[in-house]
């Protein structure tokens, strides 16, 4: 087999081109404004950040480390927080509609009071996982979980029931 330089030098630049990170100007934003649209915080340390009432309105927060953060009152509307590390997160009477949950653990994450209206967590299973999440007073209207159960009153976990196609 043979390969030409120009191979060899595009193969070397693939294997050497880092995975996909944060912005850093989004992340000094987020951090001295609370306050970041939109924003590109892929793979960001947010691990014990004080965040509270912070606006990450369709941010994509995909594999971010925010492990033990304070989002309470936060306002993460359409965020992808795809495989994101939430363990111990408080995320009480936050904004979270539309929000993708993708390969998250919400175990022991804080969400009473929240809104997770039409929020997308089909990876998990209603009947098992709710019960290890404090999702009191949280309005779950239009939420998708797996097996294809969709809540239809807006914040009674026990309404959720297998959508009719």
Same mark, same amino acid.
């Given at each position: ?39 590109? @915080? ?5 691990? +014990? ?11 994509? @927060?995909?594999?971010?480390? @925010? ?47 929240? +809104? ?30 797996? /097996?294809?159960?969709?809540?239809? /009153? ?12």
């Amino acid at each position: 087999m043979r390969f030409t330089p120009l191979a060899v030098l595009f193969a070397s630049a693939m294997i050497a081109l880092p995975a996909a990170a944060f912005d850093n100007t989004d992340l000094n934003q987020l951090r001295s404004q609370k306050r970041c649209i939109g924003c590109d @915080l892929s793979n960001a340390n947010l691990r +014990d950040e004080s965040l509270s009432g912070a606006d990450l309105r369709w941010s994509n @927060l995909r594999g971010a480390n @925010l492990e033990r953060a304070e989002l309470s009152g936060a306002n993460l509307t359409g965020a992808n927080l795809t495989n994101a590390a939430l363990l111990r997160t408080n995320m009480e009477r936050a904004t979270l509609q539309g929000v993708i949950f993708h390969g998250v653990d919400l175990t022991a994450t804080r969400l009473s009071n929240s +809104d997770l209206r039409w929020s997308d967590m089909t990876h998990l299973d209603i009947n098992r996982d709710l019960s290890r999440m404090d999702v009191s007073g949280a309005q779950l209207e239009g939420a998708r979980f797996k /097996d294809r159960y969709r809540c239809s /009153d807006r914040s009674q976990p026990g309404r959720c029931a297998p959508e009719r196609r």
